[in-house]
């Protein structure tokens, strides 16, 4: 079942580390924000595929705001 992740909290979209068709392992890291000096890793909860990014690197995010579309295994 696909799923979107979100962000917890206003921040910097600092690094992106998938694009969509990667398979990623559960605790792999989507992509890196950053707030307030610190960074802060989007991990994956489960094994699965990542079906679409809808950030990049460089944009302001807002809490709630879709970062990835991800299909769990």
Do not use: R
């Not at 079942?1 to 921040?11: K, L, P, R, S, V």
């Not at 600092?14 to 392992?25: F, R, S």
């Not at 094994?47 to 705001?65: F, M």
């Amino acid at each position: 079942m696909a799923e979107t992740i979100q962000a917890d909290m206003g921040a910097n979209v600092w690094k992106i580390l998938v694009a969509p068709g990667d398979k990623v392992e559960e605790d792999d890291v989507f992509m890196i924000l950053e707030a307030m000096k610190m960074e802060i890793p989007v991990t994956a909860e489960d094994t699965g595929t990542v079906l679409e990014v809808h950030v990049s690197e460089g944009d302001v995010v807002a809490p709630g705001q879709p970062l990835i579309k991800f299909e769990a295994e």
